[in-house]
C-alpha cells in the first residue's frame, strides 16, 4: 500500500525534478547575493545615540498623576522654556501697558462729566462697571454726591472705598425734574421716584394747579423724609 503513495508517473516525476531545481537555484542566488552588513554604518548610529543620551538625561523630569492616581514620569516638550519665557515677557509688558494706561495716584475725575473712556483709566474700573456708571448718572439726572456710588450694580462697600477718592462732584451739574411741567411717565422714570409717587405728584398737580414746593408734600404719607433727603437736589417747583 506504501509503495502506491510513493509512486509517481513519469511527468509527475519531471515536475518535482524541475521543482527542486528552481528551489536550489534559489537558494544559491539568496546566499551568494547578499550584501554584508556595513558595520561602520552601526557604529556611526551607535556613537550618535550615545552623544544624544547625555542630552535626553539632561532634560528636567516631572511627575503627574495618571487617572488612576498612580505616578509617572515624562519630559516636558522641548520648546515649553521657550514658551514660558515667552509668556512671562508677554504678561510683564501687558502689565506695563495696563499701568500706563491709568491715572497716576491723586488725579480727580469730575464724576458728572467723566465718559466712559475717561472711567476706565481710573484702577479697579473696566468697561462694564464704567458703562454701569454712565447709565446709572443718566438715569438720575448727574450725582450730587460720591456716596450716590454705593447705588450702582455690583458695587460693594469694598469697590467703593477704593474708587471713591477718585471723584469729585459738582451739584450744579444735577439736571432738574420740573415737577410742574413733566408728565407723569417722565417722573417716574428717575430711580427715585417710584410709580405710585409719580401718580400722586400727577394728581396733586392736576387739584392744586401747580406745587410750589416740598410743603406741598409734606402730608403725603408717599414721600417720606428719606425721599425729600434723596429728591431734594432733583426736584424744581418753578
Not at 509527475?12 to 525534478?17: D, G
Not at 475717561?118 to 447709565?135: M, N, Y
Not at 444735577?174 to 417722565?186: F, G, I, Q, R, Y
Request: charged share 25%; aromatic share 12%; with cysteine.
Amino acid at each position: 500500500m506504501w509503495r502506491d503513495y510513493l509512486y509517481f508517473s513519469k511527468g509527475e516525476r519531471r515536475a518535482l525534478l524541475l521543482l527542486l531545481c528552481l528551489t536550489g537555484i534559489a537558494l544559491c542566488l539568496l546566499i551568494f547575493t547578499d550584501a554584508p552588513k556595513d558595520i561602520s554604518s552601526d557604529k556611526s548610529i551607535a556613537m550618535q545615540a550615545q552623544d544624544s543620551l547625555p542630552a535626553i538625561m539632561h532634560k528636567k523630569m516631572y511627575v503627574s498623576k495618571n487617572r488612576y492616581g498612580k505616578n509617572r514620569f515624562k519630559s516636558p516638550p522641548s520648546d515649553s522654556y521657550q514658551r514660558r519665557d515667552e509668556y512671562s515677557s508677554s504678561y510683564k509688558t501687558q502689565k506695563e501697558n495696563y499701568q500706563s494706561s491709568k491715572y497716576p495716584e491723586g488725579t480727580k475725575v469730575a464724576l458728572n462729566t467723566a465718559d466712559t473712556t475717561e472711567l476706565k483709566k481710573i484702577p479697579g474700573i473696566g468697561s462694564t462697571f464704567a458703562k454701569r456708571i454712565v447709565k446709572f448718572r443718566n438715569l438720575l439726572g448727574g450725582f450730587y454726591t460720591v456716596e450716590q456710588l454705593r447705588e450702582v450694580y455690583g458695587m460693594d462697600e469694598e469697590r467703593y472705598q477704593s474708587l471713591s477718592c477718585w471723584f469729585t462732584t459738582d451739584i450744579n451739574a444735577v439736571k432738574l425734574l420740573h415737577v410742574n411741567t413733566l408728565p407723569e411717565d417722565s417722573l417716574r422714570k428717575h430711580p427715585y421716584i417710584s410709580y405710585k409717587q409719580a401718580k400722586v405728584l400727577a394728581h396733586l398737580r392736576k387739584q392744586q394747579g401747580q406745587l410750589s414746593g416740598w410743603e406741598n408734600l409734606q402730608l403725603l404719607e408717599e414721600f417720606t423724609d428719606a425721599d425729600k433727603k434723596r429728591l431734594a437736589a432733583y426736584l424744581s417747583f418753578k
